[in-house]
């Protein structure tokens, strides 16, 4: 009845390696802000200081993100379909 398991944002996926499409809205939350950030900042980023620091600020926010995602996801591991 009282169900203990942790909520995970990012459920593993259920072939390979890695993780799926978030599971609550704390995790859409984060990837909207994610796509969002990528979105808006590097064409302003590259209009003002060029494509080496976009590539940079992209590689920082995908950075950010997987930690997220490994801190709030299902542990990572190869999956067959089980």
């Known amino acids: 009845m009282n169900d203990r398991r942790p ?3 990012f459920p593993a996926k259920r072939y390979g390696w890695g993780w799926g499409l978030p599971s609550c809205w704390q995790g859409w939350a984060v ?3 994610y796509v969002a950030g990528l979105a808006v900042m590097i064409p302003l980023i590259t209009a003002r200081a060029g494509k080496p620091d976009a590539f940079l600020f992209a590689g920082a926010i995908t950075v950010l993100l997987l930690y997220v995602v490994y801190k709030k996801g299902e542990p990572p591991g190869w999956h067959w379909g089980d």
């Open 7 to 9: 909520q995970y944002w």
């Open 31 to 33: 990837l909207l802000v």
